[in-house]
């Protein structure tokens, strides 16, 4: 199969099982097929602790699977790509760098001139209606603020897959 028909993300018999601190073993993903289409959108519900964001670490290269293979456009998977954006669970800003700093940075690390990048950074924090904060820290912005921060700053990389970890639960209905 050439890398251009293949599924956009494939889990093959995925299992990933974690070292507890006691140092017993625990089965968080056990042998998840799930393949996911070209332009497909797809949403995984689960109660807590099912492992959904285990399953998106392993998509995103952040932990490799125990067992089993996971690969992105047809090839397996070896650290963290380019192809891959994540919003995680968690909001991840740089609590040292401002909101536009904090938008910038994705498109900076990947070369990017400085005029581009603060240009697109604006433009996503424009979408996100927070044009009036980029010279905030996240420390002094709300949750759901930090939470646009977040997506904003994985937005901007136009990436060719999108993982989101419950991305609008710090947002509400109308945001
Ligand atoms: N680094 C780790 N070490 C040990 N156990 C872990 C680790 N990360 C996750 N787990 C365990 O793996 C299981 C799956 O966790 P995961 O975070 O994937 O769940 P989830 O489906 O995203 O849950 P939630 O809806 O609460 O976010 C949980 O029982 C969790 O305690
Ligand atoms: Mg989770």
Redesign the pocket.
Known sequence: MSADTSPAIELRGAS?I???PSGGL?T??RELDLTVGRGEFVAVV??????????L?LVSGLEEPTEGEVLVTGEPVAGVGNKVGFVF?QDATFPWRTVLSNVMAGPRFRGVPKAEAKERAREWLSRVGLTAFEDRYPHQLSGGQRKRVALAATFVNDPEILLM??PFSALDVQT
């Open positions: 990933k974690f070292k507890t625990h968080a993903v689960g109660p807590t602790g099912c492992g959904k964001s285990t399953t670490t669970q970890d419950e």
